[in-house]
């Protein structure tokens, strides 16, 4: 399996370009399954997820064609993936394909709206949780979708068609939220989704489900109000800037010092982290193609946090947040709120010289004078970029294992590191 060293030590300097959002790309892709006509997606990012939920979606019947790039054409932008479902002949999603990414799972809601039955399997994805799905069923069945759960697969079918009604979450659901719009799209009158996840990926899903002549109100907003459509049309629709990409570089750069220009992003969407940055040392300012970056003075301020759905900090951002703030002359506290298991980057931050005490959800991180380079071992996809930025600063080499998991999420990490001056390869299996 690959890895990857990192000598730590250099300052990040000059620009990163940020990549399409994989978490706003994934419930775009899924949306071609709700219309016979193509839908061409733009800003795609070359990442393992997004072509794994391409042979998900073949699966299905779409056909996808993803243009590679042309002479002339910015190496930063990422492709145009055309999805068409001019027929979908088979409404299994089967579990050798969905157990790898648990948003495949949300096939479920656009199959029911278009073909009135699915079968799809309990999903996978990073293990950093229980991950239940209760959620999504309690939302199908709202909307009049008879469900079974056997032998690992959601069974489900609706031979009548959905029916829009009020669905009130209990829970902030990301992954619920794009699965519920998505089917109610097509559902016969009006839905109405209360304590809809609020997340700008919900919010990119909406504005292409709208250019694809679905009714929808409240988009931004926690309450979705919907009125069903007899069917959806293609659409062309750009994939918003990644915000946890971002945010992840933006830690980097105030971890090794050094000026860097984030480009293709913008602050929209991430005013909770901007703050908490200002708050350990860190500005981050808008200029005409993006967000610069720069620590203020030598040392970051201890901060604590706690992660909270959108508007709030986001808990794909605390791996590396905890890495940042490894550096402090103080201690910070971190307080998980999403999942319950998402600690794991902790011990392997330890291998580095971290100093962290977990107490049940918090983690009380105490800055060290400095880490220093070990063999770590990535666990999940935003706990391994932790591990990456933290050996971007550590003493020596840090070898990075099992990098499959940065693969599903960080389009060509060590490229756009190394471009700044930073001293990263990949070493090849
Ligand atoms: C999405 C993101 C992930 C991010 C997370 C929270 C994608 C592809 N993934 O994941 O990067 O970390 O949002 O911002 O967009 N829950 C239930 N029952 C359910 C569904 C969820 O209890 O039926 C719980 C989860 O276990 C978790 C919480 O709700 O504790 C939030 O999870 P959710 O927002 O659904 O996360 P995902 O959509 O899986």
Redesign the pocket.
């Known amino acids: 399996m690959d890895r990857i060293r990192i000598r730590g030590g250099n300052e990040l300097n000059g620009e990163i370009p940020i990549s399409g959002a994989?978490?706003a790309a994934?419930?775009l892709m899924i949306a071609s399954l709700l219309t016979d006509e193509t839908l061409k997606l733009r800003n795609v990012p070359r990442l393992v997820d997004v072509a794994q939920l391409q042979r998900i979606l073949r699966n299905h019947g779409v056909d996808t064609a993803m243009s590679g790039k042309r002479p002339g054409e910015n190496a930063a932008n990422g492709e145009n993936l055309n999805l068409t479902a001019a027929e979908i002949y088979d409404t299994v999603a089967p579990y050798e394909l969905v157990s790898r990414m648990?948003?495949s799972f949300w096939v479920l809601g656009p199959l029911l709206a278009r073909c009135g039955e699915a079968k799809v399997s309990l999903p996978g994805?990073c293990a950093?949780?229980?991950?239940?799905?209760?959620?999504?069923?309690m939302a199908m069945e709202k909307l009049g979708a008879e469900l079974d759960v056997d032998n690992g697969y959601v069974i489900s079918s609706a031979k009548k068609g959905l029916v829009g009604n009020r669905i009130v979450f209990p829970?902030?659901?990301?992954?619920?939220t794009?699965c519920t719009l998505m089917a109610a799209t097509l559902a016969k009158g009006e839905t109405i989704i209360e304590n809809a996840?609020r997340?700008p990926?919900v919010g990119d899903l909406a504005d292409c489900l709208v250019k694809m002549g679905a009714k929808i109100d409240g988009i931004g907003s926690s309450t979705l109000q919907i009125e069903g459509v007899d069917r959806l049309h293609g659409a062309e629709h750009t994939v918003l800037a990644d915000r946890?990409e971002t945010g992840t570089y933006a830690m980097a750069v105030a971890m090794t010092g050094g000026e860097v220009t984030l480009t293709g992003t913008k602050a929209d969407f991430l005013d909770s982290f901007i703050d908490v940055m200002d708050q350990a040392g860190v500005d981050i300012v808008s200029v005409d193609n993006g967000l610069r970056v720069k620590r203020r003075g030598n040392l970051i301020n201890p901060v604590s946090v706690e992660t909270r759905?959108?508007p709030g900090f986001?808990?794909?951002l605390q791996a590396q947040f905890m890495a940042l703030v490894t550096m402090t002359e103080g201690t910070s506290s971190i307080r998980e709120t999403?999942?319950?298991n998402r600690f794991m980057h902790v011990q392997e931050l330890a291998r580095l010289g971290a100093d962290i005490k977990l107490r049940g959800d918090t983690a009380l991180v105490h800055g060290v004078r400095e880490l220093r380079g070990a063999e770590v071992m990535a666990t999940d996809l935003?706990a391994s970029v932790s591990l990456v930025i933290a050996g971007l600063v550590a003493k020596g080499d840090t070898i990075l294992h099992r990098v499959y998991h940065l693969d599903r999420g960080f389009e060509e990490l060590e490229q756009k590191l190394s471009n700044c001056g930073a001293d990263i390869e990949r070493l090849l299996d």
């Open positions: 994989k978490n994934l419930p648990r948003a994805g950093i949780g229980t991950r239940p799905v209760d959620l999504f069923l829970k902030v659901s990301v992954g619920a794009h996840a997340e990926e946890i759905p959108y986001p808990t794909d999403i999942f319950e935003r």
